[in-house]
């Protein structure tokens, strides 16, 4: 069944067009209300005995299936419920986890996902997305156009660097798809122009290869030049059959996303959100926190605990920061340093990969380091000789964070910013708790993954939770409103700062640096509108978006709201839903 989103021109309001009747449009999810059907909806598009007599508000379904929600007795539990309500009412989905926001992003996304993603091939229940594997390399085009509309957002993931999980193979594919409803949930992108792809080139897990029901291709890894000409044609194809599309690449290999996002980003609008949405939430942290300290930018000095790709984009947005706010580039990069598996990155150090080796120390920088080896400088270590103002973490192992690093930290600094930002909770640095008291409360603190309020001496600290989705359905949003051509990091630090400029007084009163979930609307609008402003000035928009931009963008914001359903085949047939 095809459907288009079409405007009455006497009402001026929303409806959909549907060119079939009958039970297709209960089997739809895009079309299915449930038992929401209105009377006359029900006679005239042939659906009557097919649900129950009753005719139910919104709201009454909303209160049953949060009930069933509530009745789960796991998270995981949970998640299933969620995925299947999507997979039938796309509507009511949106709309159960709209209102529940706060509740329900977990589940749906970190740290849920994850056990989704490693239980995926246990739990599939119904197809969502494109799955491509290498063996089918030459028929990309033919797999894309499959799907039945061109997407606004595509997100994309080849499964191997899942969370803090590492290869899951074809089960990444939860990542996309729990990705995609957050570009919907939080930035209004109609669910209808969001596709999840994953790329199977099969999977180095030998727990999934050995695992009688895993839906993927079951074979090792496509590597090297292969795997680069495998994604060679899939961005091809893209361009080709998908041209106006954002392309968001997730979830790669740390050396994959590097080199895919320097690859491609000349060529099409796409970004990847582990590099560069991590990093402009990440420093809308810190100018929350430099709210609290009273302090500027260019002022701070950061030790990165973690040298992946996340790490990369972090350190490179900062020096943005850094410079815009007028120091060199040199000067910018030597107020970074990493500390990866090995100690803290130096420039002496043998085989050093070439994207660690930009922040990477040299010897006479550290020579007056006190450490027992100095080619191996632990974390501790490099605070006590750095002294830096901010510590994040992105490094994946649980307790890295400890006591005498936070109270390092505490020590050369009244109001230390300690972010321990790896997902899910239990690869967590440090716990807030524990960032809090080893610091005796004078740590501005911001996690990764959910954390409860601490009380600590009597006083309560709501933790602001340093999500991703504060950043990137924003900038989904404005790179589909704004027709913008390509990427620019200058977006990102743009994205940043209005990202900062939504945290009010109370969220910093409260020791939070982001704000409540509840609010994640209001953020991706003002997200996307400095996307787009943004996007002008570097010359990647037409510079018309800037005429009523902040009504543009909020009349682009898909709400999660039952439409009138016409039979018109012949108008649903001559044009498939879009934006």
Not at 121 to 128: D, G, M, Q, T, V
Not at 183 to 197: R, V
Not at 363 to 379: G, H, N
Request: net charge neutral.
């Amino acid at each position: 069944m095809q459907c288009s989103l079409n405007v009455d021109p006497i009402t001026d309001h929303e409806y959909m067009a549907v060119d079939a009747d009958g039970y297709s449009i209960l089997l739809d999810p895009l079309t299915n209300k449930g038992t929401a059907f209105p009377l006359h909806e029900r006679e005239r598009l042939r659906l009557d005995g097919l649900v129950p007599p009753v005719v139910s508000t919104i709201g009454q379904q909303l209160d049953r299936v949060y009930e069933n929600f509530r009745a789960k007795q796991t998270d995981l539990e949970r998640y299933i419920y969620l995925v299947s309500l999507q997979d039938r009412n796309e509507t009511l989905f949106h709309r159960l986890l709209t209102d529940h926001i706060d509740e329900m992003m977990p589940i749906v996304y970190t740290p849920v996902v994850g056990e989704a993603c490693q239980q995926f091939s246990h739990i599939y229940r119904r197809a969502r997305g494109l799955y491509i594997p290498y063996e089918q390399r030459d028929r990309i085009e033919t797999i894309l156009a499959n799907h039945p509309r061109s997407p606004a957002v595509i997100v994309v993931t080849d499964g191997e660097r899942i969370l803090g999980l590492g290869d899951q193979g074809v089960g990444g594919m939860g990542i996309p798809i729990g990705k995609l409803a957050l570009y919907t949930a939080c930035a209004g992108i109609p669910p209808y122009l969001t596709l999840p792809i994953t790329l199977d080139v099969g999977t180095d897990n030998d727990e999934r290869l050995l695992d009688p029901l895993y839906v993927g291709m079951r074979h090792r890894r496509i590597r090297g030049a292969e795997y680069q000409a495998f994604i060679d044609r899939f961005v091809e194809a893209v361009t080709r059959v998908y041209p106006d599309a954002v392309l968001q690449w997730e979830d790669f290999l740390k050396e994959n996303a590097i080199s895919q996002l320097r690859r491609f980003r000349d060529r099409l609008c796409t970004f990847n959100d582990d590099i560069q949405g991590t990093a402009a939430v990440v420093v809308a942290g810190v100018y929350s926190a430099l709210r609290i300290t009273k302090q500027s930018i260019r002022d701070q000095r950061v030790v990165l605990a973690g040298a992946g790709a996340s790490a990369q984009g972090i350190a490179d947005l900062i020096v943005s920061a850094l410079r815009e706010d007028g120091l060199s580039p040199d000067e910018a990069r030597t107020r970074i340093c990493t500390v990866d598996s090995r100690g803290l990155v130096t420039a002496d150090r043998p085989n050093l990969e070439g994207y660690k080796a930009t922040y990477a120390r040299s010897l006479e920088e550290v020579a007056a380091c006190v450490c027992r080896d100095r080619s191996r400088i632990t974390l501790e270590e490099t605070v006590r000789h750095f002294k830096p103002t901010i510590l994040i973490g992105t490094s994946g192992t649980p307790g890295l964070f400890s006591a005498p690093v936070v109270a390092a930290m505490a020590a050369a600094h009244e109001r230390p910013i300690v972010f321990p930002l790896s997902n899910p909770t239990s690869k967590s640095e440090c716990t807030a708790e524990e960032a809090l008291r080893w610091s005796d409360g004078r740590a501005i603190v911001a996690t990764g993954s959910p954390f409860a309020p601490v009380l600590y001496k009597g006083r309560r600290y709501r933790i602001g939770q340093g999500n991703n989705a504060f950043i990137f359905p924003g900038v989904g949003l404005g790179l589909w409103v704004g027709k913008v051509r390509r990427v620019t990091d200058a977006m990102f630090l743009a994205a940043a700062r209005a990202m900062a400029d939504q945290v009010t007084g109370a969220d910093l009163d409260a020791g939070a640096v982001y704000p409540e979930l509840t609010r994640i609307r209001a953020c991706s609008h003002a997200v996307a509108c400095a996307v787009i402003r943004r996007a002008v000035v570097d010359g990647h928009a037409d510079e018309r978006m800037l005429i009523g931009l902040d009504e543009v963008v909020r009349a682009s914001m898909w709400v999660p709201r039952y439409r009138p359903i016409r039979y018109e085949p012949r108008a649903a047939g001559d044009a498939r839903l879009s934006g």
